[in-house]
C-alpha cells in the first residue's frame, strides 16, 4: 500500500459505505468512524479521507457485514449525488459513452490514486 501513501478518496464515500452497512442492520456511521471517518465531515463536499482510511473502511466493511460482496451491493446504494458536480454532469450525459467519458476523465476527483498503476 506504499505506492498510495499521500492519495485520498472524496469523504463522501463514507456515506455510501455507512448507508449499506444500515442495510445489513449494522451501525454504519460509528463502523465508519472507528477507523478515522469523521462522518458528518463526510458531507462536505471539499472534504477527503486518506486512500489507507478509505481502505479501512472497506476492510471492516466487509468484515462487519460478513459479505464478501459488500462492495457491490454498495455500488447498488450510489447515487450521483454523493460525488457532487461530478455526478451531476455525470447524469446530465447525453448518453453512456459521455457519462463514462467525464468520469474517466475527472476519476482522479473521486481518488487521486485512480490510474495510479
Not at 449494522?26 to 477507523?35: A, D, K, P
Not at 486512500?51 to 464478501?68: I, K, R
Request: aromatic share 12%.
Amino acid at each position: 500500500m506504499d505506492a498510495f501513501t499521500g492519495h485520498s478518496v472524496l469523504s463522501s464515500l463514507a456515506i455510501i459505505v455507512a448507508d449499506t452497512l444500515d442495510s445489513y442492520g449494522l451501525n454504519g456511521q460509528e463502523i465508519v468512524e472507528n477507523v478515522g471517518v469523521d462522518f458528518e465531515g463526510a458531507k462536505d463536499p471539499d472534504n477527503r479521507i486518506s486512500f489507507a482510511v478509505n481502505y479501512a473502511m472497506w476492510e471492516a466493511a466487509t468484515e462487519h457485514s460478513g459479505d464478501p460482496c459488500f462492495g457491490v451491493v454498495a455500488a447498488e446504494n450510489f447515487n450521483p449525488s454523493l460525488i457532487y458536480g461530478l455526478g451531476f454532469s455525470w447524469m446530465a450525459s447525453s448518453n453512456l459513452k459521455e457519462a463514462f467519458g467525464r468520469m474517466v476523465r475527472f476519476q482522479k476527483l473521486v481518488n487521486s490514486a485512480a490510474g495510479s498503476h
